[in-house]
C-alpha cells in the first residue's frame, strides 16, 4: 500500500492527507515533484537524501543501496531531477562509483520552466582532489563536475582537474572544505537548489555548521546491527539541531519522511 500521512494527524495510518492523492498509485513522478518542491525564497536552500535502517545503520556493506527499495529510488530520482547541483562527498564517489546526473525527460518541462539546465550538476567536496579522472563523472558529464576545494591542494591536482574539464571550486583555506563557504559558492554560481546525498561525513559537517535547511530520510523496515555508520558523522553539535516534519509517504513498511529546520 502506498500513502500519504498529513504532518497534522500522524495518529491513525488509514487517514490520507486532506486533499492529497491519498494513495497514490505508482506515485507518479509529477506527484512526487510537487511533493517535493523546492521552497520558493532567496538565496540557497540545502536538503539531504538519506536512508537508514530501524537500528541507525546508513550502509550494509559499505553501501547504502542493500537497505533502499524501489521507491526510494524513485524518491531519489525525483530529488535529483529537481535540484540544480548535487554535493557529494569524495569518499561516497568512490565507494557508490558515481556516475554524472543525466538528463531525464520527465522533468525536462518542470527544469526548463525552473530556468534550470536539463540535468543537476555533481559537486564533488575534496580537499585533496586525490580523485580518478578517468571516471564517467569527469569524462562524461552533460555539464562539468565541480570540485570544491581547498586553497592549500597541490597544484599539480588543480591542473589534472582542469585538464579533465571539471571546474575547480576554492571553499576553504589549507586542506579544508568550510561548509558554508561551499554552499555560499555554489550559490554565487546560480546554483540554489542544493541537495547533498552524503556521505555522513559530509552531512555531518553541514548538520554542524548550520547550513542544512532539509532532510528526506527514508526509514527502512530492517535491523542490520554491527557497526555501520550513521547517517551522519564527525563532531557532535552543542547543542542539538531542531527539525520540522514536513510530510511522510510510506509504502510496503518503508517511511519517506521530510524534515525542515524549524
Known amino acids: 500500500m502506498r500513502r500519504l500521512f498529513p504532518v497534522t494527524d500522524l495518529t491513525s495510518a488509514d487517514t490520507p492527507a486532506a486533499g492529497s ?95 534550470q539546465g536539463p540535468a543537476p550538476a555533481i559537486a564533488v567536496v575534496s580537499g585533496s582532489l586525490d580523485l580518478d579522472f578517468s571516471m564517467p563523472l569527469f569524462t562524461e558529464p552533460l555539464v562539468p563536475t565541480l570540485l570544491l576545494t581547498g586553497t592549500g591542494v597541490p597544484a599539480q591536482r588543480v591542473e589534472q582537474a582542469r585538464a579533465a574539464g571539471a571546474e575547480v571550486v576554492f571553499a576553504g583555506e589549507g586542506s579544508r572544505v568550510d561548509p558554508a563557504r561551499a554552499v555560499r559558492e555554489l550559490a554565487d554560481r546560480g546554483l540554489t537548489r542544493l541537495l547533498t546525498e552524503g556521505g555522513p561525513r559530509l552531512l555531518g559537517q553541514f548538520v554542524a555548521a548550520g547550513v542544512l535547511d532539509e532532510l528526506c530520510l527514508t526509514l527502512a523496515p530492517l535491523l542490520t546491527a554491527g557497526d555501520a555508520q550513521r547517517i551522519a558523522g564527525g563532531p557532535g553539535v552543542t547543542v542539538p539541531k531542531r527539525f520540522t516534519l514536513a510530510s511522510m509517504l510510506e509504502e510496503a513498511g518503508f517511511l519517506f519522511t521530510r524534515y525542515r529546520r524549524g
Open 21 to 115: 492523492a491519498g494513495d497514490l498509485g505508482e506515485w507518479s513522478l509529477d506527484a512526487l515533484a510537487d511533493a517535493y518542491a523546492y521552497p520558493g525564497q532567496d538565496g540557497p536552500w540545502l536538503r539531504a537524501n538519506m536512508v537508514s535502517t530501524l537500528d541507525g545503520a546508513a550502509q550494509h556493506d559499505g553501501r547504502s543501496q542493500p537497505i533502499s527499495c524501489a521507491a526510494d529510488m524513485r524518491i531519489f530520482g525525483t530529488l535529483r531531477g529537481l535540484a540544480d547541483a548535487i554535493v557529494v562527498g569524495a569518499e561516497t564517489v568512490r565507494l557508490e562509483g558515481y556516475r554524472p546526473a543525466r538528463a531525464r525527460e520527465a522533468f525536462a518541462v518542470r527544469r526548463a520552466a525552473a530556468g
